[in-house]
């Protein structure tokens, strides 16, 4: 029986991939935190590997502060850089592949057309360079995959859905930038993708390696994505679209995060939902768990 180990195991997308693991079957998943094991100790890292013999990692973790990361760029750069790198490196060891998960964030976002892996990088944030610094550490083998992803939610975690929820009820009225476009992700899709792609390396898939983009189909702004969003939830609260300048972070964000997807669909031959079918089923598991409810 080969196995497959999930690093990030309690994030947005490593939940989802424990609840969705029955979808393979005949397969030993190993799910791990930083409770089980510390990634950024490249020994304890091997070591792991070598005893549990992965065929194939998938790197859920990552430090996600974006603007946190302009202050605490060491930090994140042993996360987001060092970390791939020990996995690439127990990857090779033990004859397993590495599917890394990256960012929309490693571009500029001045582009006009969706991007495709093959346009030019340049992030403009600390965030942004500490996870290209790990695509290109896990690339240095050639049969490794990265997945850039962009504007992932799900029914876990702290994310851009639950906080216009819990906003919405709080407030009559809230301003969302609108000049910042891209595709909202489900974490649950992108784990159904990744399951789907995990099987085929598994039975032997050749030439897989290599950068691919994933995100839900369809464009919007964060400010079309809060209202879907409270109208969902039936919810009072007036959005009133403001621009960036009007918000300023710490971090500068990409104004355009739409990707090309034709590349991870012709070679996976994946069916991808638009963005409002992946908010609507993740909607509905927040709202009938009990313990997303509370969390809202």
């Keep these: 029986m080969k196995t497959i180990w999930i690093t990030g195991s309690k994030g947005q997308l490593g939940t989802e991939l424990q609840l969705q693991q029955e979808k393979l079957q005949d397969v030993r998943f190993l799910f791990t935190d930083i409770e089980e094991l510390d990634l950024t100790n490249k020994q304890a890292v091997i070591d792991f590997a070598q005893k549990e013999k992965p065929a194939l990692i998938i ?168 209202r879907v969003i409270m109208n969902f939830d039936k919810l009072n609260c007036f959005i009133k679209p403001i621009t960036t300048d009007e918000y300023p972070l710490p971090a500068k964000r990409p104004f355009y995060s739409v990707f090309n997807k034709k590349k991870i669909k012709d070679s996976f031959g994946i069916t991808i939902p638009h963005w409002s079918q992946g908010l609507a089923k993740t909607y509905i598991q927040l709202v009938t768990s009990p313990t997303n409810q509370n969390s809202v």
Aim: charged fraction near 25%.
């Design 59 to 226: 790197n859920c973790a990552a430090y996600t502060a974006v603007d946190k990361a302009e202050e605490e760029f060491d930090t994140a750069m042993s996360i987001n850089r060092d970390v791939p790198a020990h996995l690439a490196e127990a990857a090779k060891i033990v004859l397993a592949r590495l599917i890394h998960i990256s960012t929309d964030y490693v571009f500029d976002g001045t582009s006009c057309k969706p991007y495709v892996e093959t346009d030019k990088t340049n992030p403009q944030s600390a965030y942004g360079k500490t996870k290209l610094s790990g695509e290109e550490v896990v690339l240095t083998n050639h049969e490794n995959m990265v997945i850039r992803t962009s504007w992932l939610y799900s029914a876990h975690g702290n994310n851009f859905l639950k906080t216009m929820l819990r906003l919405g009820k709080e407030r009559d009225e809230l301003g969302v930038i609108f000049d910042q476009v891209g595709t909202p992700t489900s974490a649950a899709d992108l784990a159904a993708a990744l399951l789907e792609i995990s099987k085929q390396i598994l039975e032997g898939k050749e030439n897989a390696g290599g950068i691919y983009h994933f995100s839900n189909e369809g464009v919007c702004s964060w400010y079309d994505f809060a």
